[in-house]
T-cell receptor, first 114, second 113 residues
C-alpha cells in the first residue's frame, strides 16, 4: 500500500495562476480531507469529502475548490493563487466515523505564491 | 465550535527526563481526541487517540495520554524522553464522528543530550 500520496512536493506560483494539488489514497477510505499548515496556527481544515460525489467546506475554504469523482482521488484546486495561500498542504484519509477513523496524512505539498 | 489550546509553544527537556505536553479542548459533546507528531519536513503520524472508555490511553513510542473531562484536558506524557522524540506535537479534537479535526497550534519539543 502506498497510503496517501500527494503531488507535487513543492510548487512555486505567481499571483493569479491556477493549479491543482493532487491527492490519492489506496486504502478504500470513504473520508478524505485537505488541511493547510501555517506557522503558529496548526493545521486548518479546508474542504472534506465523505464519499465520491460528496464534498463540504471546512474552516478555511475560500479560494479553493474540490471535487470527488472517485473514492481514491481528492484534488484541491486553487483558482487564482494569492500570496496568502503560501502554505504547506496536507491531504488525509480515513474510514468515516467510529473507532477506526484514524486519519492518515500524506507527506504534504509546500506551496509558495509570489 | 470546537477548539484546542496547547499553551506551550516550545519545550526543552534533557534526554531521559520525563515529559508532559499540555492540551485543553472545548467541545460540546463527548470528544474524540488525538495526539499527532510531526518530524521536520514530514507528514503527521498518529501517536494515540481517545474515543471512550479508559481515560488513560497508551500509544506508540512509549507515549500515553490521560483524558480528564472535569479539566477538559488531554495531556501527553512520556516517562523518559529519547533524542529521537524531538519534533512538533499536535493535539486535535474531532467532530463529525472524529473525522473533522481541529488542531492546536502545536508544541515544539527540543531534547538536549
Amino acid at each position: 500500500n502506498a497510503g496517501v500520496t500527494q503531488t507535487p512536493k513543492f510548487q512555486v506560483l505567481k499571483t493569479g495562476q491556477s493549479m491543482t494539488l493532487q491527492c490519492a489514497q489506496d486504502m478504500n477510505h470513504e473520508y478524505m480531507s485537505w488541511y493547510r499548515q501555517d506557522p503558529g496556527m496548526g493545521l486548518r481544515l479546508i474542504h472534506y469529502s465523505v464519499g465520491a460525489g460528496i464534498t463540504d467546506q471546512g474552516e478555511v475554504p475560500n479560494g479553493y475548490n474540490v471535487s470527488r469523482s472517485t473514492t481514491e482521488d481528492f484534488p484541491l484546486r486553487l483558482l487564482s493563487a494569492a500570496p496568502s495561500q503560501t502554505s504547506v498542504y496536507f491531504c488525509a484519509s480515513s474510514w468515516a466515523g467510529g473507532r477506526n477513523n484514524e486519519q492518515f496524512f500524506g507527506p504534504g505539498t509546500r506551496l509558495t505564491v509570489l | 465550535a470546537q477548539s484546542v489550546t496547547q499553551p506551550d509553544i516550545h519545550i526543552t527537556v534533557s534526554e531521559g527526563a520525563s515529559l508532559e505536553l499540555r492540551c485543553n479542548y472545548s467541545y460540546g459533546a463527548t470528544p474524540y481526541l488525538f495526539w499527532y507528531v510531526q518530524s521536520p519536513g514530514q507528514g503527521l503520524q498518529l501517536l494515540l487517540k481517545y474515543f471512550s472508555g479508559d481515560t488513560l490511553v497508551q500509544g506508540i513510542k512509549g507515549f500515553e495520554a490521560e483524558f480528564k473531562r472535569s479539566q477538559s484536558s488531554f495531556n501527553l506524557r512520556k516517562p523518559s524522553v529519547h533524542w529521537s522524540d524531538a519534533a512538533e506535537y499536535f493535539c486535535a479534537v474531532g467532530a463529525g464522528g472524529g473525522n473533522k479535526l481541529t488542531f492546536g497550534t502545536g508544541t515544539q519539543l527540543k531534547v538536549e543530550l
